[in-house]
């Protein structure tokens, strides 16, 4: 299995349409329950084109995460545009990725099937160095450049960057269980942003 690093801009029309079909019935039903014909079925391709541009299941699999990934980091990264202080960018940071119930849901449903995948299928383990350098890299930026700021008390950026992460992903595994989660959404999403100024040692009003 291989890890395509190219950014998702150079991904042919098949491709794209094959990976959205992927990440949206996967998100839906499950990877083990999904089969490449359901997905190619979705993006209105053959399987035989699936295999041709993807080569397998996994590989596949690989592709949409780093797509959906790679989506959430350009959408932060215009949130940050628009933010100047440091505690605002937080919010920023929390707005992208909190972008609603639905698509959180499905979000996190695809990403806890792919992490169970790296402790149970041989050749998977590419994918949390992936997840590492886009996420704990984009967090990191935002750390430094609070430190920058004088906003920040952080002593460790890689540390900090991992216990953001921590945060995020812990708040979102927690509140995709809650029974009311379309209703309460607004309400992790604003827990999630406290937390991460508490931990960055931001006062909060």
């Excluded at 990877?31 to 084109?49: C, P, Y």
């Excluded at 699999?61 to 605002?88: C, F, H, N, Y």
Aim: proline share 3%.
């Amino acid at each position: 299995m291989t890890t395509d690093r190219r950014p998702t801009v150079d991904l042919t029309r098949s491709e794209l349409a094959i990976i959205r079909s992927a990440y949206r019935t996967i998100a839906r039903g499950g990877s083990q329950r999904t089969s490449l014909r359901e997905i190619a079925e979705d993006a209105e391709v053959s399987k035989a084109l699936l295999l041709y541009h993807f080569g397998s299941k996994d590989n596949l699999l690989l592709a949409a995460m780093k797509w959906a990934v790679e989506r959430t980091e350009q959408r932060i990264r215009e949130r940050l545009e628009a933010s100047a202080d440091a505690p605002d960018q937080i919010g920023a940071l929390v707005d992208a990725i909190f972008v609603g119930p639905e698509a959180n849901r499905d979000f996190y449903a695809f990403y806890l099937d792919l992490v169970e995948h790296v402790t149970r299928v041989p050749g998977f383990g590419s994918l949390s160095p992936m997840l590492d350098e886009i996420i704990n890299g984009l967090y990191s930026e935002v750390v430094e450049a609070g430190i920058g700021q004088g906003a920040f008390e952080v002593s460790d950026v890689a540390e900090v960057a991992r216990d953001m992460r921590a945060v995020i992903e812990g708040t979102f595994v927690q509140w995709i269980q809650t029974p009311d989660w379309r209703d309460n959404h607004a309400d992790w999403k604003e827990g999630c942003r406290r937390a991460l100024l508490r931990l960055l040692s931001v006062k909060t009003p």
